[in-house]
């Protein structure tokens, strides 16, 4: 995290800003968020990114109601005032404040607006330029994850189990198949069909993964949005998981078993190339 920091209104350093105790992202973990990729020192694709923050506050009936150009403001003053040139910009809105711990909302205060940004480290160009092994973890999720909440203890668990046994992340699984990783969206290659979960009520359908559909189906493959099984993935030709963060970041091994010869996928590395080349040309923020 860069020094400077925004909150309800104000640029400060990360030292000296701070939130209410009895704020309801603290007590409860009631709180949305997003986040906007920059690139060359622009956002990516904001407008999408603010609708998804937009739509959860909705959905979990939320008082506050959010400015888009106040958000765009000041995500590009925190892209300027941090000097950042690829990384992302996070942003988190709480329910607010309520006097007591209650888990009655209905007397919640004025939404706490807290943003950061962040740029890409060296560790997330290795993993691009080499690829990670993940492991396969039962989904043990609640049933609402395709809002963006902060609610993500068991996603945090299984991350952190899998990187002490030797792997870089976790997939997520229930009785139809796998599901999503823990911060991103998974997908196999077989042949010129790529394939991942459809996404409802418990799948995320995140940017990457949408804006990736239109581009492959550009270069003339073929998109599936099914289940698919850990089996189907063991014997897929390649596989990748997509994000904000990383765009695409290709997966070399699941559950220990190689996939292929245990490098980056040639089809994936041209689609990260080709996903780049059109956020440039159609979702920079200009």
Same mark, same amino acid.
């Given at each position: 995290?860069?020094?400077?920091?925004?909150?309800?209104?104000?640029?400060?350093?990360?030292?000296?800003?701070?939130?209410?105790?009895?704020?309801?992202?603290?007590?409860?973990?009631?709180?949305?968020?997003?986040?906007?990729?920059?690139?060359?020192?622009?956002?990516?694709?904001?407008?999408?990114?603010?609708?998804?923050?937009?739509?959860?506050?909705?959905?979990?009936?939320?008082? +506050?109601?959010?400015?888009?150009?106040?958000?765009?403001?000041?995500?590009?003053?925190?892209?300027?005032?941090?000097?950042?040139?690829?990384?992302?910009?996070?942003?988190?809105?709480?329910?607010?404040?309520?006097?007591?711990?209650?888990?009655?909302?209905?007397?919640?205060?004025?939404?706490?607006?807290?943003?950061?940004?962040?740029?890409?480290?060296?560790?997330?160009?290795?993993?691009?330029?080499?690829?990670?092994?993940?492991?396969?973890?039962?989904?043990?999720?609640?049933?609402?994850?395709?809002?963006?909440?902060?609610?993500?203890?068991?996603?945090?668990?299984?991350?952190?189990?899998?990187?002490?046994?030797?792997?870089?992340?976790?997939?997520?699984?229930?009785?139809?198949?796998? +599901?999503?990783?823990?911060?991103?969206?998974?997908?196999?290659?077989?042949?010129?069909?790529?394939?991942?979960?459809?996404?409802?009520?418990?799948?995320?359908?995140?940017?990457?993964?949408?804006?990736?559909?239109?581009?492959?189906?550009?270069?003339?493959?073929?998109?599936?949005?099914?289940?698919?099984?850990?089996?189907?993935?063991?014997?897929?030709?390649?596989?990748?998981? +997509?994000?904000?963060?990383?765009?695409?970041?290709?997966?070399?091994?699941?559950?220990?078993?190689?996939?292929?010869?245990?490098?980056?996928?040639?089809?994936? +590395?041209?689609?990260?190339?080709?996903?780049?080349?059109?956020?440039?040309?159609?979702?920079?923020?200009?």
């Amino acid at each position: 995290m860069h020094d400077i920091v925004y909150i309800n209104g104000e640029f400060k350093n990360k030292k000296e800003a701070s939130v209410s105790v009895t704020d309801r992202g603290f007590l409860f973990g009631d709180s949305v968020y997003d986040s906007t990729a920059v690139l060359d020192g622009k956002l990516v694709d904001f407008e999408h990114h603010f609708k998804n923050i937009a739509k959860a506050m909705t959905k979990l009936h939320y008082k +506050t109601k959010i400015n888009k150009k106040h958000f765009l403001q000041f995500h590009r003053q925190l892209i300027k005032k941090n000097k950042i040139k690829n990384g992302l910009v996070y942003c988190q809105v709480s329910r607010g404040v309520q006097e007591s711990r209650d888990f009655n909302f209905q007397t919640a205060n004025e939404s706490t607006i807290f943003a950061f940004g962040y740029s890409h480290s060296k560790t997330d160009q290795k993993e691009v330029k080499q690829g990670i092994k993940v492991c396969v973890k039962e989904d043990l999720r609640w049933k609402k994850t395709a809002l963006k909440t902060n609610q993500l203890l068991y996603q945090t668990l299984i991350k952190s189990e899998s990187v002490v046994m030797g792997y870089d992340d976790a997939w997520m699984c229930d009785s139809k198949g796998i +599901t999503e990783a823990t911060s991103s969206n998974a997908w196999i290659v077989k042949g010129k069909k790529l394939i991942s979960r459809n996404a409802n009520g418990r799948i995320y359908n995140g940017t990457t993964k949408q804006n990736l559909a239109k581009v492959a189906m550009s270069m003339g493959l073929k998109v599936e949005f099914r289940p698919f099984s850990l089996d189907e993935a063991l014997e897929c030709d390649e596989a990748f998981q +997509t994000s904000i963060k990383q765009l695409l970041t290709p997966v070399v091994s699941i559950n220990a078993i190689v996939i292929k010869d245990g490098k980056p996928g040639k089809l994936t +590395t041209k689609l990260r190339r080709e996903y780049k080349n059109y956020l440039v040309k159609h979702l920079r923020d200009r």
